[in-house]
């Protein structure tokens, strides 16, 4: 199959050999799906994005992408590493991390550069990527000095700049108001249309009917136990109470003590 | 409760915060380099090298007649680039030449320097004598550190660290350095928050407990947090360099854009420097 983009058969992998991250992992993803991976914290999702892009490697089963094995010493070689480097970004779940340079501009200009894009097609991307997530005002400024929305925009204009195939998200709505939340969807959405793969981590359940097609649920024991549309997945509420990601809300009404679900899709009164 | 131990406690609490505060201020944040006037608005480079010339010039001279129209502009210097006045002052006068006095005293006296005496005094049998050349030796030392100081102030404070670094790459420093520097010096600012946070954080929970004990775990239990926090983010942040393509050659924006205002600012300072230095070594 030529359009598959990942491939993972049996995956496992521990922090350190000692603290088990994902147990038996299998999963197919193909180019220009919208992937959602969601779970509670610690059930392995960042881990997950990071053995996709290739900066951990399983201990046990294998990770294919673009039809090849991805190992450790395959990075050795500049050029293949560049290559998949170019068709893969990640969005790192704490921003603060993706971006360690001086400036805002530096800092999105660093992904072309190492590739050896030249210095006016460079500048010419960091303000065409500034236009697409609204920070031109930024571009002088230090990364580390923005608020957390500010920051999660440039790191995601950071990965654009590269124009890779796959977006990897890790939570890229957390902590973000809701405009910002919906800028970011909007974002995701338009790439996948223009045909990225998009695989995002996520625990806001209420994006995920827009950002992905299909779900998978992380549990308890680090391996998926649930993968399936959005919708199936979304309406097994017993699933997803089970599994941390709903939980039930209770308070007063006219005096009388009321019990329910905080449902998903579903504003709650 | 009005235990004097816990007063201190609360003391050095707030002096610790208020001197990170003070050296996040003063050392990372780059305020003044982010504003709009003369200054920032020059080349690095050309900025830089107008100042060394500056300051060799300088260190070179021998009278305060000639070293004062340095200091002057010097002040010029940071009212056209939106520096208050008393904050400028506050940083070059007050804090650095006191260090210098501590060079500077011990050549004030006449085993040092001898000379015509000016004064002397007997303090426990032992005579001082200052000298004539001594103090004139001083004061011109006291001038020439101030300004030297005051121009060093000004460049580093009108100037992004990250840009100060890249001129170094225009003098012929690798790279990887320049990268590496960069990097400390923004992620001491995120330690620097983060022993605020941990300290305020550390402050309410003894606040609530009022244990002496119980706030010394906390406090140990935090710094080792920090030391792990820090080595784990090390690791993080490469994986997210190599993420975006980097395999042990950095490549950096380096292009910088010199304008006419640029040379013209170059000429000026090469002729207010050598006109000066002629006077220097002709009078
Ligand atoms: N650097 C590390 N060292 C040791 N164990 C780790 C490390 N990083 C993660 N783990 C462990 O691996 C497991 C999976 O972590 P991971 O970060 O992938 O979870 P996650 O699903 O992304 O959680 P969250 O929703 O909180 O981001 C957790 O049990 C965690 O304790
Ligand atoms: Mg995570």
Redesign the pocket.
């Known amino acids: 199959m030529s359009d598959t983009v990942f491939e993972l058969k049996d995956v496992h992998y521990?922090?350190?050999g000692k603290?088990?991250?994902?147990c038996g992992v299998n999963m197919t993803i193909r180019s220009g799906e919208k992937i959602a991976v969601i779970?509670?914290?610690?059930?392995?999702?960042?881990?997950?994005?990071?053995l996709l892009d290739g900066l951990i490697f399983p201990d046990r089963g294998t990770v294919t992408a673009f039809g090849e094995r991805l190992l450790e010493h395959s990075q050795d070689n500049e050029k293949a590493a560049h290559r998949f480097r170019q068709r893969v970004g990640l969005v790192f779940?704490n921003a603060d991390i993706q971006l360690f340079c001086p400036s805002v501009r530096e800092d999105i200009a660093f992904g072309p550069l190492q590739f050896g894009v030249a210095e006016d097609e460079v500048s010419r991307r960091i303000l065409e990527v500034a236009e697409v997530l609204d920070i031109q005002h930024l571009l002088d400024r230090v990364p580390h000095q923005l608020s957390i929305g500010e920051k999660r925009r440039v790191a995601i204009a950071s990965v654009l700049a590269i124009d890779p195939d796959v977006y990897l998200f890790?939570?890229p709505t957390a902590g973000l108001d809701p405009l910002t939340v919906r800028h970011i969807i909007d974002f995701i959405v338009n790439a996948n249309q223009r045909g990225k793969t998009i695989i995002t981590?996520t625990?806001d359940l209420h994006i995920i009917g827009e950002i992905a097609d299909t779900v998978y649920v992380?549990g308890r024991n680090?391996s998926i136990v649930r993968g399936g549309s959005s919708e199936s997945v979304l309406n097994d509420r017993s699933l997803l109470e089970s599994n941390n990601l709903i939980h039930m809300h209770r308070h007063h009404h006219d005096g009388r003590e009321h019990v329910h679900q905080h449902l998903p899709l579903e504003p709650h009164d | 409760m009005t235990n004097p131990a816990h007063k201190k406690h609360d003391f050095i609490g707030r002096s610790v915060l208020s001197a990170l505060a003070f050296l996040k201020d003063a050392t990372l944040s780059e305020e003044y380099a982010n504003r709009k006037g003369f200054l920032q608005s020059l080349d690095p480079r050309f900025k830089t090298i107008s100042f060394l010339l500056f300051l060799v010039t300088v260190v070179s001279l021998k009278s305060i007649v000639l070293i004062s129209p340095f200091y002057l502009l010097c002040l010029i210097l940071a009212l056209l680039s939106g520096i208050p006045l008393r904050n400028f002052l506050l940083r070059t006068l007050f804090f650095i030449p006191l260090f210098s006095l501590f060079i500077v005293l011990p050549t004030l006296f006449s085993i040092v320097t001898p000379g015509e005496p000016v004064w002397s005094f007997h303090v426990v049998g032992i005579t001082g004598i200052i000298t004539r050349p001594g103090l004139d030796g001083a004061v011109l030392f006291v001038v020439r550190i101030a300004t030297s100081v005051s121009l060093v102030v000004l460049l580093s404070v009108t100037t992004r660290h990250s840009e100060l670094l890249k001129v170094l790459r225009v003098f012929g420093i690798p790279q990887l350095f320049v990268l590496t520097v960069s990097m400390c010096y923004r992620y001491l600012y995120l330690f620097a928050t983060m022993v605020e946070n941990i300290f305020t954080a550390v402050k309410s929970r003894v606040g609530v407990v009022s244990h002496q004990r119980q706030g010394q775990n906390v406090v140990a239990w935090n710094i080792a947090n920090t030391w792990n926090r820090t080595t784990?983010m090390s690791?993080e942040v490469y994986m997210a360099m190599i993420s975006r393509g980097y395999t042990g050659e950095p490549r950096l924006l380096s292009k910088f854009h010199a304008t006419p205002k640029d040379w013209l600012w170059l000429l000026c300072a090469v002729v207010i420097c050598a006109s000066l230095f002629y006077r220097g070594h002709t009078l």
């Open positions: 521990s922090y350190l603290f088990p991250a994902l779970g509670a914290n610690g059930t392995g999702k960042s881990t997950l994005l990071q779940q890790d939570e981590a625990h992380f680090k | 784990q690791e």
